[in-house]
């Protein structure tokens, strides 16, 4: 009878343990009929952007269209929204020639990437970086050479927020050949109307430094480089400068 039982129980354990494989199948049947349909669904991608600017184009923009073209990208730019380029193409596409519509003045930062912040790509800016975004003989030759050789409409003077360039010629800095380069900036800094703390723990002040540095670095252009004076008393460009704040990437023009 014990025997009988065993057999009886263990025939009902195998019957269930099949009944529950048989179904297995159909539901992954049903599984995998999704995952097809799924895979059969056309990808849409983005195309990317493999132009980069013509002579033509760069002869039909105007300084404020340079300037609205880069507010528009720095939007973007603040909305994680960067224009999806095939970077490799346009190298290719630009190795013959290139007509970038402005040059930008910034500083060596790191937390500055002037091409991201403005959303451009291959060929559309010239990049002139230096600690605290001053102008010197290299750099004026090199703002003459984008404008009047290469045809760019737009000389941008981009200084940030606590920069630390500039807060160093605020504390008078000694440092080796740092030394003489803040002296480039100090000007800037003497100029600012404070009569509170004048150092850099004080923000507020920095932040006017900054301002004014921009300022003195536009000022310097137009009386330092005749060719460039000219080009912006013709309406041919524009010198105008602009301060971009690391807390938001936003970059605010200045008037």
Do not use: W
């Not at 990317?48 to 939007?75: C, M, R």
């Not at 002037?114 to 230096?130: H, K, P, S, W, Y």
């Not at 003459?144 to 981009?158: F, N, Q």
């Not at 301002?211 to 000219?230: C, D």
Request: glycine residues 6%.
């Amino acid at each position: 009878m014990k025997k009988v039982f065993k057999l009886t129980m263990l025939t009902l354990i195998v019957a269930g343990f099949t009944a529950c494989n048989q179904g297995e199948p159909a539901k992954a049947e049903t599984k995998s009929d999704e995952q097809s349909t799924e895979l059969e669904q056309p990808q849409v991608q983005e195309a990317l952007v493999e132009e980069i600017l013509t002579q033509e184009q760069q002869a039909a923009l105007s300084p404020d269209d340079v300037i609205q073209s880069f507010k528009e990208g720095n939007e973007r730019f603040m909305n994680n929204d960067l224009t999806k380029r095939n970077t490799s193409q346009q190298v290719r596409n630009s190795t013959l020639a290139q007509f970038p519509k402005a040059i930008v003045l910034s500083c060596v930062d790191s937390r500055v990437p002037v091409e991201d912040v403005l959303d451009r790509g291959i060929g559309d800016i010239f990049v002139a970086r230096v600690a605290g975004n001053f102008v010197n003989v290299d750099m004026l030759g090199s703002m003459e050479y984008a404008c009047e050789v290469a045809g760019s409409k737009l000389v941008l003077v981009m200084g940030h927020e606590h920069c630390g360039a500039v807060k160093a010629a605020v504390d008078d800095v000694q440092l080796g050949n740092i030394t003489p380069m803040l002296e480039k900036i100090r000007p800037a800094v003497d100029m600012v109307e404070y009569k509170g703390d004048r150092t850099s723990k004080n923000p507020e002040f920095v932040e006017m430094a900054c301002a004014s540095n921009v300022r003195h670095t536009i000022k310097e252009i137009r009386e330092k480089s005749p060719i460039l004076k000219e080009m912006e008393d013709n309406g041919e460009i524009k010198i105008v400068g602009a301060i971009y704040d690391l807390d938001t990437g936003k970059v605010d023009f200045m008037d």
